[in-house]
């Protein structure tokens, strides 16, 4: 398998633009999630998804954040309009719906690094 | 809530033993991770605990006591690849079954 897997790697914006984030989870993996990490809050769990429902947003950190998981081999985390705060590394990772443990874990993308000028 | 603390940077040098330690608050506590994060890379599974005491894992090891909500991971024989962050990670049961982590420990291997 691939892994999961994000693009664009890396995306320098401006403030007021449009960003989308892609994430191809792992084939079989039913659980989706997404997570920024910065180096004052570490990684964040912005929103996850199980079988391509969104079931826990809490994280997401304002209007201007959304996602989306229209099929099980895709989903799209967009920030519209962009601001420089929302300058991060945004990593997707999966796993297999359930408990977890020691069998189950997450598997993370290579992550998108976002700057937002 | 969720709370989880560790130490924001350690040195250590090669060939020696560190023990990184993390201590955490949560309801429904479902595990204890330890996840390695090399400089711009994405975080890689190391070890789980959901019971008292020791996992062993070659030169990794974790250890987890419930009733203080304390875990560490024990690296021996420590090599110059092991300069990373190691991230401390509850899992939280309830609908969401979800994985919240602490900020990350960075570790420096000296020679």
């Known amino acids: 398998d691939a892994g999961v897997i994000q693009s664009p790697r890396h995306e320098v914006t401006e403030m007021g633009q449009e960003v989308t984030l892609r994430c191809k989870p792992i084939?079989?993996?039913?659980?989706l999630f997404w997570y920024r990490q910065t180096m004052m809050r570490g990684l964040e769990l912005l929103i996850y998804?199980?079988?391509?429902?969104?079931?826990?947003d809490s994280g997401m950190p304002e209007d201007r954040f959304s996602a989306k998981m229209p099929n099980a081999s895709f989903s799209t985390l967009k920030i519209q309009p962009s601001e420089p705060r929302d300058s991060a590394v945004y990593f997707c990772?999966?796993?297999?719906?359930?408990?977890?443990?020691?069998?189950?874990?997450?598997?993370f993308g290579a992550g998108s690094r976002l700057t937002v000028l | 809530g969720q709370n989880i603390d560790q130490p924001t940077e350690m040195t250590a040098t090669e060939g020696a033993i560190v023990q990184i330690n993390c201590t955490y608050q949560?309801?429904?506590?479902?595990?204890l991770f330890w996840y390695q994060q090399h400089a711009g890379e994405a975080p890689t599974f190391l070890s789980y605990?959901?019971?008292?005491g020791l996992e062993e894992k070659g030169r990794f090891s974790s250890f987890l006591s419930r009733s203080k909500g304390y875990s560490y991971l024990l690296l021996k024989e420590l090599q110059m690849k092991d300069s990373a962050s190691y991230l401390c990670?509850?899992?939280?049961?309830?609908?969401?079954?979800?994985?919240?982590f602490g900020t990350g420990t960075l570790l420096a291997v000296q020679p």
């Open positions: 990772a999966s796993r297999v719906a359930g408990a977890l443990s020691g069998a189950n874990v997450l598997t």
């Open positions: 084939s079989g993996h039913n659980s």
């Open positions: 998804f199980n079988n391509n429902v969104p079931i826990d």
């Open positions: 949560t309801s429904g506590f479902n595990g």
């Open positions: 605990n959901v019971l008292d």
């Open positions: 990670a509850v899992g939280v049961r309830g609908a969401t079954n979800k994985l919240i």
